[in-house]
């Protein structure tokens, strides 16, 4: 079993940044591909980012390429996700999801997730 939390979310300017973090608590971290997940109201839940369990590979949604950087400390447990120049289309719940499944993009391939954390882009 695993668990995950997620924090860092908040409300933040169009431009602005945030970065995103992930604990983990439980089975070998490392054996495990981690992704970010987002879900706006009404909308839903989708790709954003995943990585592998050595992070040496990652893989973004074209929505958030260049703009979003995920990475992951294995020693530490933890995956990031650091945001940049954020729009208003990104406002969402963003999850934290770890699992052994492929590919990185679908959501079945995720075993594991977190309760999420708001992030809301204001103009």
């Known amino acids: 079993q695993v668990q995950l939390v997620e924090s860092g979310g908040g409300l933040v300017q169009a431009g602005g940044s945030l970065r995103l973090s992930c604990a983990a608590s439980?089975?070998?971290?490392?054996?495990?591909?981690q992704g970010w997940f987002r879900q706006a109201p009404g909308k839903e839940r989708e790709f954003v980012a995943g990585?592998?369990?050595?992070?040496?590979?990652?893989s973004y949604a074209d929505s958030v390429k260049g703009r979003f950087t995920i990475s992951r400390d294995n020693a530490e447990n933890s995956v990031y996700l650091q945001m940049n120049s954020l729009k208003p289309e990104d406002t969402a719940v963003y999850y934290c999801?770890?699992?052994?499944?492929?590919?990185?993009?679908?959501?079945?391939?995720?075993?594991?997730w977190g309760q999420g954390t708001q992030v809301t882009v204001s103009l």
């Open positions: 999801a770890a699992g052994g499944g492929r590919p990185a993009r679908w959501i079945n391939a995720y075993d594991y």
């Open positions: 990585i592998s369990g050595s992070g040496g590979s990652t």
């Open positions: 439980g089975r070998t971290f490392s054996s495990l591909r």
